[in-house]
């Protein structure tokens, strides 16, 4: 399918919100099946980071040689409060390592801070390790772990929590808050 067609596709998915949030989290690609061009959320958006001059040359590495790819988790909620879906995209890699990077995608937030006709990246966290994310009341809260010597992968002695927050005045998310609490690996207190 030609790219413009899948854009119209997506931005017709963005505009009807859940319908396009179900579609979604039922659609399941592989890496394997990423590279045979067939037109899915997840190539899509694999093309656009990608293609992006603001990914890192990391994660384009990992995409392009399929060491990575956009994990299926990946979904739509409206994030910045214009009533439209965005795009939550994470970018995984198999095993241990699990989310190693998270985007924002979304309309909201050109230049003059009014909707624009182009999704893109609004928000990059581009270097994650066993990240996992959650909405509470309209922020995002991303999670990751933190390790002390001799923690095993699965019982890192803490956990990282920071929250972002849309800001309409700077177009992108904005962290509001930072905490660390005690993970499966911490040292009980004597």
Do not use: H
């Not at 949030?21 to 997840?42: D, F, I, R």
């Not at 795009?87 to 909707?115: C, E, H, N, R």
């Not at 001799?150 to 005045?169: H, I, L, T």
Request: with cysteine.
């Amino acid at each position: 399918m030609p790219r413009p067609r899948r854009t119209a596709i997506l931005a017709a998915c963005l505009a009807a919100g859940a319908p396009a949030t179900y579609a979604l989290a039922q659609t399941t690609v592989t890496p394997e099946q990423e590279t045979t061009g067939s037109s899915n959320p997840q190539a899509f958006f694999s093309q656009e980071l990608q293609a992006d001059a603001k990914t890192s040359s990391a994660i384009k590495r990992l995409l392009s040689s399929k060491a990575g790819f956009v994990d299926a988790r990946s979904g739509f909620v409206d994030v910045t409060g214009d009533g439209k879906a965005d795009a939550i995209v994470l970018v995984t890699m198999p095993g241990q390592a699990g989310t190693v990077a998270l985007y924002l995608f979304s309309t909201d937030g050109g230049a003059s801070g009014k909707p624009t006709a182009k999704l893109r990246a609004v928000f990059r966290s581009q270097q994650l390790y066993r990240a996992t994310f959650k909405l509470r009341n309209g922020t995002l809260v991303v999670r990751t772990p933190v390790y002390a010597k001799g923690d095993e992968p699965q019982a890192p002695s803490k956990f990282e929590e920071r929250d972002y927050v849309w800001d309409k005045a700077s177009t992108t998310l904005r962290r509001t808050a930072r905490r660390e609490f005690a993970g499966p690996g911490a040292t009980p207190p004597r």
